[in-house]
């Protein structure tokens, strides 16, 4: 395993000695069952009974992750730090937020979801109404359509880490009930292809969602991890459509219109759409395309030494299951498959490793995910080439790192002289 | 559906307008960008300006889970609030806690875990050197082997919830090394059978592991639902056993001693073994046999109507997956195979669901869970005709809740009369 460091045993811990003064240490230890929670770290801790059982738990005083905050004047939105964590699942509380007029205060008890348009039996369903039905689970990606805009540029600023480039992504164990079950009950019209999704936020969010992934695998959602939704993430409940941008998966969600047409509002007019070379657009890009990024090695990260490391990162595709992850650490000259890290599910990130043996001379890594379909994420010039300059969404090709001989990580593949 | 309340629509929200007014009651709002967080409820959300972004998100005001707590002055557990939860992964801060000299506070910069014994190279890994090997995930449970200790009497009491009962559960994402990685990398001798696995804490807990599961998919874990693992979980790191009683996953681990025999310690001898009638015991019963309990409805609710009602669970197994639970609604005269919820995985709590038209007469819910290994949770009686009375630990057998005619839920077959 080369650099791991090694040292020498000194000796027996004592541990068992220690042990064996436990009681009359303890017995001698008043602890107050309300200060739970972490005590200050002992150079001993054998030595000292610990803090008691508590009804929340906290996290180490080392390890107070926090969301990327951008400046709260102008931003609605604080990013997951993705480089901070491990596995595939974000704690709630770290779940990236995205809002166009804040968070709502929406009481559950006055809360109601109204479904009408072209159905049989306009109806309200209360929050208690929604969990009475038959509930679904399922571990999946939220990503804001936005997310990577910090990579789209020949001359993206270098000093950015993951998670100020893709930090507006995140992912659940989302918990509801299938929209379909909800649209057998209303008796949704043969006739209707789309949804108006309406949130219950200030912003009145409002998006066109096509029948087809309503009677797919879309969800009214009202867990999360576990637990109820937070408030930043749609408390009482919000749309879930897995694979697809954040801005159609409405929070807050209050109203579902059905029609034979999309409602062509704002956030899928002027918002939401990718305009091309040719005066054209793409519009309804509803898919979150096949998307990595190694979140280890990184920006601000300095290598401190040569020799082994893992090449950590995370990929996603909304189209279904990623199937491989290329790494080049030669600038593209050649790839290496990566390993896929246990869980492998399908519309959900999906964590990558790659063992390096560094050099000290500089590199540039990238990684390249590849999905069930056959998609392959994309270079900056190709996805440039297809999308123009114009776009502000669905930024997907692959994102270079750049090791420098000092162990320095820089985002980007040019240095900045 | 059923008895799914259903209320008549009384005509548009409003919803489109109100966004119209938006800008104007936005702009005559203060913000203070500290203040994130949920709000007081407002009767209609989209008048105001919602909470803005925050570092940490928060629970909703009236979603507040916590553990449950026994009484602090003797217990050193405290209990995930299973009814409280959806879906399978439990908040870290809700995940139970049992320890035998509390939480200790151990400082991550100072903290060793020292392999030695019939090894080639006796070496100590700081907590950087463990997450510089290669890392792997997995979503699985960790439960207490004295879990479900209320269950195991004929006559046990009637007003306990799931949690009080089988609260001792969680599950999480956990992220770590295999622990075969680091047995490699001391060169463990061929002829070691048995690992001394000790904890940091005051206790100083230990257990003998075979090497064969430690070979096999044990983990030294340092990362919990992505991101550190919490003190009252054994930060920085513990053992992770996949499918094994919690107290063999020592917290806190600070040293592994190979050998080839067990250490016979007295989490081994005295505790942790099931003592038989016959004046023998099961000893290092390691594996947790298949279980599961109903989460809905269950004691304290009480169901207000009739009509179409979900029951609801959990079931596991240390053996592998879950591939079947079976659900009677008349005390066992008939089963009939409920629906598994995804996602379906190794050694993980699986949720299980069944639709049930509740005709207001008395009834008596159960769960019997069988495994891909093809075992089948017992009833109450076949595991005591197997275990004896006095055994503290594994108990696995069908759980009865009993539904009353007016629509209380108590534990157990039989009523308080």
Redesign the interface.
Known sequence: ?GK????T?LGA?G??I??GL?KT??DALT?A?ETA???????D????????????????P??Q???V??N??V????RTPLE????????????F?R?H????????D?Y?L?I?GMVD????F?L??LK????????GFVECSGNGGAAYSRNAAQDRSPSQIDGLLSTS???GVALSTLLR?VGLSSDATWLLA?G?????M?RSIPVEKALDDAMIA??Q????I????G??ARLHLPGWEGNAQVK?I??LEASDRPSMTREETSKYTDPLADGTARQFSLVMDAKSTITFPTFPYQLPDTG???I?GLAWSGRGRITRVDITTDGGNTWVPA?L???V?SKCAT?F?H?WNWDGDPALLMSRATDETGYVQPDLETLMAARGPGTSYHYNSIRPWRVESDGRVFFGPRDGA
């Open positions: 395993m791991i460091s090694r040292r045993m811990t541990g068992l220690a042990g436990l240490q303890a602890v069952p929670g972490p005590q200050v770290a002992q150079a801790p054998t030595k000292i009974l610990g803090a008691p059982t508590s009804q929340l738990g906290e996290r180490a080392g390890e992750p926090r969301r905050m951008g709260p004047a931003a609605a939105s604080s901070q964590l491990r596995g595939i699942i974000t704690p709630a509380d770290l779940h937020e809002h007029a804040g968070v709502p205060a929406i009481d559950p006055r109601e109204l009408h039996r306009p109806m309200t209360s208690a109404d009475r039905f038959p509930a679904e689970s399922r571990i164990e989302w918990t009950e309406e219950g936020d200030a912003a009145v409002s009202y867990g991890n576990g637990e109820a937070r408030p930043a993430q408390y009482p807050w209050r109203r082994w490391w893992e950590r390993q890290q246990d869980t599910l964590r490793r063992i």
